[in-house]
Structures are given as C-alpha cells and as structure tokens.
Nanobody, 122 residues
Framework: QVQLRESGGGLVQAGGSLRLSCAASGRTFSNRAMGWFRQAPGKEREFAAAMYWSGDSTYYADSVKGRFTISADNAKNTVYLQMNALKPEDTAVYYC???????????????WGQGTQVTVSS
C-alpha cells in the first residue's frame, strides 16, 4: 500500500513561487510513476505534471508548461512540484498520485494523497 502526503501549499501573490512536496511510503515496483493533479472549486480534477521516479520522462499540461517543474529525490522518496510565475487561475487543491506508468489520465492513478491548498492572490 502506497501512502502519499503532500505539503508546501499556502497563500502567495501572483508572480510568486511555491514548492510542493509529496512524501511517499510503501513504494512498489508497480508504481513507477508519480503525478500532480489539481482541483479548483467547482471544477474537475485536472492533470498538471507527471514523471517516472527514474526521471526518464516528464509531462506537463499546457497550462503549466514552462512555469512548473516536477522532480524527484529517490533517496528521500519525495516528489516535488516547483511552481513559478503563479497566476490566480492556479488556485486549487493540489494532489500527488502514484501510477504504474506516466499518464495524464486520472483514473490510471492508484494511490492519492490528501491534497494541499494553493491560493494565488491577484
């Protein structure tokens, strides 16, 4: 059983930066990929970024490409999401999730964290 715990959310002004962390425990070979999703009030949960723990591949949603960076520290079993040039429309609860392969499809992620709130003020 994989357990995920996000941290690092908060309130930031537009143009600012935040770094989210996702600590993973109980990792298995079958969950080689990690993703970040976000859910704004009244909207569906949407894909933001994903990568393999090995770092082989990274994928980003068009809405965050060039501003967000996903990375992993295997020694710490932690995945990060560095968010720069934040916009008010980035306001959402951010979730990390584990999957067998890198995918943008929410339903293919087997394990989820509890989420961390990111609020960007204008």
């Amino acid at each position: 059983q994989v357990q995920l715990r996000e941290s690092g959310g908060g309130l930031v002004q537009a143009g600012g930066s935040l770094r989210l962390s996702c600590a993973a425990s109980g990792r298995t070979f079958s969950n080689r990929a990690m993703g970040w999703f976000r859910q704004a009030p009244g909207k569906e949960r949407e894909f933001a970024a994903a990568m393999y723990w090995s770092g082989d591949s990274t994928y980003y949603a068009d809405s965050v490409k060039g501003r967000f960076t996903i990375s992993a520290d295997n020694a710490k079993n932690t995945v990060y999401l560095q968010m720069n040039a934040l916009k008010p429309e980035d306001t959402a609860v951010y979730y990390c999730a584990a999957a067998p392969v890198v995918t943008t499809t929410r339903l293919q992620y087997n394990f989820w964290g509890q989420g961390t709130q990111v609020t960007v003020s204008s």
